[in-house]
């Protein structure tokens, strides 16, 4: 393959996003089925709450203080008319009314009860919508800029990378549990609008002298309560690497990231341990 992959040839004025095919679409629905008798067998007593903690964070729920919260993914921002409509009905029925958009482009609830969520997570599958890799250790929701796809100084649109990249993590065997979360975003402008430099990976796409494209990479980037910017480790990698060489960092940090103590697990302290 010689030219960037892309979804589609993208109509004037489209937005474009990807659509489930016949196997996705069980996966998922197999997926709800399955969180569907793990509640049943927890809240029937069946499972502790250790036993239960990780197959709650695995579709993406927390309990807080008063009540559970349920975050749903919405790959790199983006929603469809019919998504948005059953986003709205998930808060009228099963919540208070509205919900929490995250900085990540993910949706919150913060008030539905327990033995409510395997519902909402049906409802949810009806629209090609999930909570996997939500929470939890692992890769979570790929995220870009909000204009993508429309704005004036963009040099490539970054969805087709980030629905690349989030068929790549969904359901890596390799990359479920990881030291500590771990957050990808790609940035398609000249302004930084992702927010790539404070990600664990951030891309950067861009051409070289012969017009060929590629990315810059970032990595150890991030906020909290140890704010550092990303460090620049490739200035131009080829596009056809891409995955390959996204696989290569996180092989590094599942194997020497921190898992001792959590507020130094993220690959910021390890690139600042290994440099």
Partial sequence: MTQPPCFMTKPENRTYMYVYDDYDQ????????????????????????????????????????????????????????????????IARDYDKGYAHISTRQNVQFNWPALEDVPDILAELATVQMHAIQTSGNCLRNVTTDQFAGVAADELVDPRPWCEIVRQWTTFHPEFAYLPRKFKIAINGSTSDRAAIEVHDIGLEPLR????????????????????????????????????SYLDAILRVYNRYGRRDNKYKARIKILVKALT
């Fill in 26 to 89: 069980k996966i998922i629905e197999d997926r709800v089925k399955q969180f569907r008798d793990q509640t049943r067998r927890y809240l029937a007593g069946e499972l502790s709450e250790e036993e239960f903690r990780p197959l709650r964070l695995q579709n993406g729920l927390y309990v807080q203080r008063f009540a559970p919260m349920l975050r749903v993914a919405v790959p790199y921002g983006q929603l469809t008319s019919r998504q948005a409509r059953m986003m709205a009905k």
């Fill in 208 to 243: 070289n002298e012969a017009g060929e494209l590629g990315f810059r990479v970032l990595v150890g980037g991030g906020l909290g309560r140890t704010p550092v910017v990303g460090a620049f480790i490739n200035e131009f990698l080829p596009w056809q690497d891409l995955l």
